[in-house]
């Protein structure tokens, strides 16, 4: 990943022997999500996002429509997030839609909050 104080990643860990469709935690705050990198290995074909604001509970997420928030993904692909979507949550996993039945690891970019919601912004600016 560049060096870009902006943008960061982080691995998260799908590891079958504590739980075969749930990744671990990762600690959003101060960031959003703004993309994902699926492993080429992966099986599932949807991920659903659960967050957190204490990382001890975790719920599934909902967008303001009331539509949970997925995406389809395939192997090897970078997936575009909507950083808006994420901006409530300090705690973030991510579960597939089956059982993988080995470890894997997705890639998780994000954004710093400040330098995210001047991209919103812009983008609505830029509209009017």
């Given at each position: 990943?560049?060096?870009d104080p902006k943008?960061?990643?982080?691995?998260?860990l799908i590891d079958i022997s504590v739980d075969d469709d749930l990744t671990n935690a990762l600690d959003m705050r101060g960031n959003v999500?703004?993309?994902l990198i699926i492993p080429a290995t992966i099986t599932?074909?949807?991920i659903t996002f659960l967050g957190s604001i204490d990382n001890g509970t975790f719920t599934a997420m909902y967008n303001t429509a009331g539509t949970?928030?997925?995406a389809a993904v395939l192997a090897s692909r970078l997936i575009a997030i909507n950083p808006?979507?994420?901006?409530?949550?300090?705690?973030?996993?991510?579960?597939?839609?089956s059982n993988e039945i080995a470890d894997r690891t997705i890639t998780a970019i994000m954004?710093?909050?400040?330098w995210a919601c001047f991209l919103i912004l812009k983008d609505k600016l830029i509209s009017l």
């Amino acid at each position: 990943m560049s060096q870009d104080p902006k943008t960061s990643s982080k691995d998260l860990l799908i590891d079958i022997s504590v739980d075969d469709d749930l990744t671990n935690a990762l600690d959003m705050r101060g960031n959003v999500l703004v993309g994902l990198i699926i492993p080429a290995t992966i099986t599932s074909t949807t991920i659903t996002f659960l967050g957190s604001i204490d990382n001890g509970t975790f719920t599934a997420m909902y967008n303001t429509a009331g539509t949970a928030l997925s995406a389809a993904v395939l192997a090897s692909r970078l997936i575009a997030i909507n950083p808006s979507d994420f901006a409530s949550v300090d705690y973030l996993k991510i579960a597939t839609g089956s059982n993988e039945i080995a470890d894997r690891t997705i890639t998780a970019i994000m954004r710093n909050v400040q330098w995210a919601c001047f991209l919103i912004l812009k983008d609505k600016l830029i509209s009017l």
